[in-house]
């Protein structure tokens, strides 16, 4: 069997199970989650097993440190995975709710109900806790799962797959509502992308070139998270303790994420009054500032002073480096922030009513801030319970993704026997 | 310049114009659209004239009577048009709602702001209307629009692309808020649909061979409108007048719409009671019944009765044409339809409440109704005002498709200086 016909089935299989998966209620999605919660700890022996034998095969292939790091399942990661799955079982289940349902003058009722999306596929590193992260969510909210992690966590992702089909069965779902993807063949994943007919839509979790490489090639809609070159605005009306406060969290809280500031824009008219003091706090961690050359002049003396140049502007340094730039105003900022963002998160500090609402409305980005760190946007920090990325697309889900965004809105309407004239 | 440079620069054009537009408040968009309107009227004799020459030019080159009949600007279309436009000047303006907000325990404020896509590509047959209908609900929606009408069409697409960009300068919006693509070359296609940096998304109206070979080729996401294999299941608890009411609305309505019923099922046991009925109602507009080897039996000596074959299923008729077919009930209706059914609308004629809440809940398609007959899947008879079409899609919108589907949600936090701990 070609990888494309193997990849035919296991969408085929997904797309049987989504049915069952779809029409389950609440308490039995709810019992497989916990069944492989319960699981996970009987194995976790086993799973640290799996796990040593990729990590071994890894070094041997001279894996980066880093990848290495993301690929170890820690007794704390496990901790996590299965405090992650209990977390879900406790969240409101979306599936069913009716909304909105209004007569019409013909006398039919319409609203809509949310659904499952039906097959989802999750394309990610190898990254072993994400495969029951995924499969979490992708239960929970009723959708079958076609999984397809990096091929040097497979071994472990065949365990944690064996026991995710065990609390399925144990519930009474399908053993295929999740699957692995189990070959480490890369032209799998070009068949995956590939198969509308079984696939409804692809998350892909994972760097610039693969997501680059799916949006070329891909023919099933995808749910991207790219990444995050976020703002944070210092208006001149600004509270300055509040901006400094802000400035330095959103760049200086994790330096690695992707809703961490990595240009600041500062109103030309404060910046005398607030530079001062942001060098302060940035001096302590050492943070290197790319300053324009306004910004740079009045920055004389800050140890980590460099000139930026026009590709700090588009730069995600995941680092503690920062871009910093005065402008005129609002119209300004707003165009600097439309033109280079990559419309992940931005913010802006003030007290000016007018310039808040403004800000709000023109930014073109999947969060939008008012006198709040950039580091919110985050699924946990607004409330979705879990989130399985942060979407830079505009469709369907933007921002944060949880489980509401696993799903669709269909039409439902209650007739009377009612016909059309 | 070539094809590509040309696109490049409409894509720009449109970018740079749909700030202006999305910050531009309701009544300068409504200003727009009124200012529309009244031109079309003041120029209908040059929209006459402008049609008269594509009319020529297009039964010179032997284009189907059908497709002349569509590219007709008769003074019908026109008074059509133009109530079209007054008719979304009347709906609410959907941008800048802020739903939601809820406080979290971090101190922040988190909420949703529905705001425009951005840059609208509409692809579609010659049909000038579309020019009007699109570029009115685009507006109002607050996005840029590019429109590649069919080029049997372009001179009056050009003499209304003209009118809208009078409008959209009187109201003080940006002309290239709405610009058409100004060459009959269908590499034009290829590139609007292959630069996601210049267009959010593609609403293609058109037939099968169009959206197969947009799917095939696309970068930017797509809503989609594919075809209608609509059908109604008439459940063992039936109500018998209804479902026979309904049975022949859904399919003798009008036969060329794609939320007409194309195949009909029956429950077995209340065949014998219904089938007759039916074929006394269909017999007066000599539907042609392709039924099943048990229906066929039933219906012995009707005039216009054809065994059917496999293919029959998965037939959009858009014709007095119905498939037929008896079942066990509930579980095999419902696979049945999740099988074969384009998932446009489905509708089930029962009086149990159980199978009701069944139907509505299995069924995967985009409408799902209960004792009303599926010719009301459409954006006016569901209350939004208008429609763009009928996305068959699960992502994003899903059914009639009004100004809300051209809208997305970004997240909106009110903070008070809060950072992240």
Redesign the interface.
Same mark, same amino acid.
């Given at each position: 069997m070609n990888i494309t016909e193997y990849m035919q089935q296991v969408g085929q299989r997904a797309r049987a199970a989504s049915?069952a998966m779809?029409?389950s209620d609440s308490a039995t999605r709810n019992r497989a989650l916990l069944l492989i919660a319960d699981a996970i700890v009987r194995d976790a022996a086993l799973l640290r097993a799996a796990n040593a034998r990729d990590l071994d095969a890894a070094a041997a292939a001279g894996l980066a440190p880093a990848m290495l790091d993301r690929l170890q399942l820690s007794d704390k990661a496990i901790d996590t995975m299965v405090e992650g799955l209990r977390q879900i079982v406790s969240l409101a289940d979306p599936i $069913?709710e009716i909304s909105n349902m +209004?007569f /019409?003058p013909?006398g039919?009722q319409?609203g809509q109900?949310r659904?499952p999306? $039906?097959v989802i596929g999750i394309i990610y590193e190898a990254r072993p806790n994400v495969t029951v992260d995924a499969a979490g969510l992708c239960i929970k909210s009723g959708n079958a799962t076609i999984l397809r992690g990096g091929s040097e966590a497979i071994h472990c992702n065949r365990a944690l797959a064996a026991i995710v089909a065990e609390g399925l069965a144990g519930a009474g779902l399908p053993q295929d509502g999740v699957q692995i993807v189990d070959t480490t063949d890369r032209a799998a994943v070009g068949a995956l992308i590939t198969m509308?007919e079984y696939v409804?839509?692809i998350v892909p979790r994972g760097g610039k070139s693969l997501i680059a490489r799916l949006?070329?090639e891909a023919?099933v809609?995808m749910?991207k998270h790219l990444d995050g070159i976020c703002h944070v605005y210092i208006d001149g009306k600004a509270?300055l303790? +509040?901006a400094v406060?802000?400035a330095?969290?959103?760049k200086c809280?994790r330096y690695g994420t992707c809703n961490t500031m990595e240009t600041l824009l500062v109103a030309r008219a404060i910046a005398p009054a607030v530079l001062p003091r942001l060098a302060a706090v940035y001096a302590e961690k050492a943070v290197e500032l790319r300053a324009d050359p306004e910004a740079f002049a009045l920055l004389a003396g800050y140890p980590h002073l460099v000139a930026a140049v026009e590709e700090d502007w588009s730069t995600e340094y995941l680092a503690p480096v920062l871009a910093l730039k005065l402008v005129d105003g609002m119209d300004a900022a707003i165009e600097h922030i439309?033109t280079y963002s990559s419309k992940h998160t931005e913010?802006i500090v003030t007290e000016d009513y007018s310039d808040a609402l403004r800000f709000?409305?023109?930014v073109?980005?999947?969060?939008?801030?008012?006198?709040?760190?950039t580091?919110?946007?985050d699924g946990f920090?607004? $409330?979705l319970g879990a989130e399985i990325g942060i979407s830079n697309? +505009?469709?369907?889900a /933007?921002?944060?993704v949880g489980l509401d965004g696993l799903t669709?809105? +269909?039409?439902?309407?209650?007739?009377? $026997?009612?016909? /059309?004239t």
């Open positions: 049915r779809a029409r $069913g +209004k /019409r013909s039919i319409v109900m659904v999306l $039906g509308p409804d839509v949006m070329a023919t809609p749910i509270d303790d +509040k406060a802000i330095f969290n959103a809280h439309n913010a709000l409305r023109e073109d980005s999947a969060s939008v801030m008012v006198n709040a760190s580091r919110f946007a920090e607004y $409330g697309d +505009k469709l369907h /933007r921002g944060p669709s809105l +269909k039409y439902v309407v209650f007739g009377h $026997g009612e016909v /059309r």
